[in-house]
């Protein structure tokens, strides 16, 4: 056997109709190394005047992780960051003891329309770094090592594979590579990427010994083993893994720690957050101030 685990996608409806299919955590299986959240949205069409909104919301003790297919979405954070990402590019914030961002759609593309499509995925921070002070980083495509493998396209988004380096810098071993075939190819997964890894499908479908993985299915791979995938033309996918946390981690809403006790804490602060405008934990966004998403009950 060369898959332990095929994990199918729940949809969730994050609100107005956008859907996501959702892939971590699920209940057999909470994580691929630091990978503690996965999510894969759209294909979504926007007409012109019609947005994808994501009010103002928290994180701690992980870091966020957006990667688009298709369209763009304009980030702004309580550091003051404000851009836009667009394919092939990676949004990497940190949020570590406290941030608040926003996700929206560009003026442009609030004007003219668009189709999105890409992955929003959470990666948990060392125990020793859960506390540090959050940070943004944008890597723009041509950052990012792209090169082939057997006609397949690579791009390696985080960590090394094929003795290719991505410039992301993450505390904890780490593996996130892009995977597209244009034809009918055979691409071997090497044993060594990672001691945990998994195959997500974005689009088309991918053959593992006799398993077809199709659009949505996750394949958790056995370790320590070389890993042949074909791929059917037009397949778009990710690996995603790594060393296995030293601890497991707690999520609650948008907070992930190893200690409830300070989930706990950042629930409170976030209600306070939102009755004073900002606080010191948890500013508001620069040019974005006047609307939150409230915690839940």
């Not at 991505?166 to 044993?191: D, H, K, M």
Request: aromatic share 8%.
């Amino acid at each position: 056997m060369r898959i332990s685990r095929i994990i199918d996608p729940r949809m969730h409806d994050l609100g107005a109709g956008f859907l996501v299919r959702r892939i971590l955590p699920f209940h057999a299986h909470k994580s691929v190394g630091p990978f503690v959240f996965f999510d894969h949205f759209g294909p979504t069409e926007y007409s012109p005047g019609s947005t994808f909104d994501v009010r103002p919301h928290p994180h701690i003790g992980l870091a966020t992780v957006t990667f688009l297919f298709d369209g763009a979405i304009r980030h702004r954070d309580s550091l003051g960051t404000d851009l836009v990402i667009e394919p092939g590019a990676v949004n990497w914030m940190t949020a570590g003891r406290g941030i608040v961002h926003s996700e929206r759609t560009p003026d442009t593309q609030r004007e003219n329309g668009q189709n999105l499509h890409g992955l929003q995925t959470w990666v948990a921070l060392p125990r020793d770094e859960e506390d540090s002070a959050p940070t943004f980083v944008h890597h723009s495509a041509d950052t990012l090592p792209e090169f082939l493998v057997d006609n397949v396209t690579v791009k390696v988004l985080a960590g090394t594979a094929w003795d290719k380096t991505s410039p992301v810098s993450f505390p904890w071993p780490i593996i996130y590579v892009a995977l597209e075939a244009t034809s009918e190819s055979e691409i071997v997964l090497p044993g060594d990427l990672a001691l945990e890894r998994a195959l997500y499908v974005v689009t088309g479908e991918a053959k593992i010994g006799d398993t077809i993985a199709g659009v949505g299915r996750m394949a958790v791979l056995e370790p320590n083993v070389d890993v042949p995938v074909v791929m059917a033309p037009g397949t778009k996918a990710v690996i995603c893994g790594g060393a296995p946390m030293e601890s497991p981690r707690k999520i609650n809403w948008n907070f992930v720690s190893s200690d409830a006790e300070k989930i706990a804490a950042a629930r409170a602060d976030w209600t306070a957050a939102i009755q004073a405008g900002g606080t010191a934990r948890f500013p508001a966004v620069p040019g974005d101030e006047d609307e939150w998403i409230p915690l839940p009950s």
